[in-house]
């Protein structure tokens, strides 16, 4: 059964920073891409970035861009999201999971876990 747990949410001031981890299990974690997504409240969830099965490769939404880095450790079926400079817009549920392409996502979302950025 797969499991994908996040967790590293919080309450930030503007311009803090924050990183956001999401332990999986019950599939090949190192043989897959991985990505982190976010839903603010009455919106679509939207992919926020993307790393290959070893790391080699990454891609960021250009509302991030600069400010957020994925990485990951497969020795740990660890997946991670450094946030710094976070702004107001960026408050959301976090979420992570295996990408489908072109816009969905392989297995069942976890319960993610909320960003709030505000003064």
């Known amino acids: 059964q797969v499991q994908l747990v996040e967790s590293g949410g919080g309450l930030v001031q503007p311009g803090g920073s924050l990183r956001l981890s999401c332990v999986a299990s019950g599939f090949t974690f190192s043989s897959s891409w991985m990505s982190w997504y976010r839903q603010a409240p009455g919106k679509e969830r939207e992919l926020v970035a993307s790393i290959s099965s070893r790391g080699g490769s990454t891609t960021h939404a250009d509302s991030v861009k600069g400010r957020f880095t994925i990485s990951r450790v497969n020795a740990r079926n660890t997946l991670y999201l450094q946030m710094n400079g976070l702004k107001p817009e960026d408050t959301a549920v976090y979420y992570c999971?295996?990408?489908?392409?072109?816009?969905?996502?392989?297995?069942?979302w976890g319960q993610g876990t909320q960003v709030t950025v505000s003064s």
């Open positions: 999971n295996a990408p489908n392409p072109p816009y969905g996502a392989r297995f069942s």
